[in-house]
């Protein structure tokens, strides 16, 4: 565990290192939308999503650098993202990673653009990745499908539309699978396209990020319920409050919890065709799985 630790520390410290320098701008237009967008895009964070592309393009011995940079701009879409639903008229939340939310510092309007320019932002640095035509496209065409309405977005009203309501189990997972679930793809996705690649392997892979995606989103209840606000940076327990159906609450804890360790147990398996080589991912879904924040 240590061990990726210390990987998930590197890789996030190059994202971080690519993140300023995309956000060091020679012409700023408004300085202020700059500092809003700065504010959450710079805040720190696991950046899982980038490591998940980094760490599948050196699985398939891929472009490293048009990796980095294509993880740094999923993790400006997932940035904007989390602006956008701590909003008023969404969750509402007033902490974000131990800091204040976007909106409550800058006002909703400069929150608002400050989501709208990382989004758009994202598009052009994938536009500008150094990688044939071809790969260049399907990156840009799989980031827009699972960001957009097909995905996240998509996702996000359908759990806008799920508070104060009884979902079925089979209901909850199409919401997660779509606002949690669908950014995990890309990411993982995304270091595919920046590889050479076979049929065979995107398949796996694509297993292995949905897995992934319910494990995130399963221990991600569980900490809501069971968590730390000071280790979270967020305010835990906001579910109940919203009355947000959860995995631990139509479950049970227990159930909840051995629901995640199957998801890993799978995940990990459908990377065995990999052999060795696919350690690093294997070890990232025991991260994910034993996370505390």
Known sequence: MQQIKEILKSKAEEVEKDLEELMTLEEETAPQLTEAMQYTLLSGGKRIRPVLTLL????????YEAALRAGSALEMIHSY???HDDLPAMDDDQLRRGKKTNHLVFGEAAAILAGDALLTYAFEVLAGLNLDPAAKVKIITNTAKYSGQQGMVGGQVLDLEAEN????????QKVHQAKTGALIKAAVLNGVYCSEYDASAEK??????????????????????TGDTEKMGKVVGRDEELNKSTYPKLLGLEAAKKAAEEHAAQAKAELDIFGEKAGDLKALVDYILKRQH
């Not at 309501?165 to 909850?172: Q, S, W």
């Not at 796996?204 to 319920?225: C, P």
């Open 165 to 172: 309501k009884e979902l079925t189990l089979a209901e909850m």
């Open 56 to 63: 599948t393009a050196e699985l398939l011995s891929g472009n």
């Open 81 to 83: 993202s989390l602006i």
């Open 204 to 225: 796996a892979l694509l297993a292995y990020a949905e897995n992934i995606g319910v494990l995130f989103q399963i221990v991600d209840d569980l900490l809501d319920q």
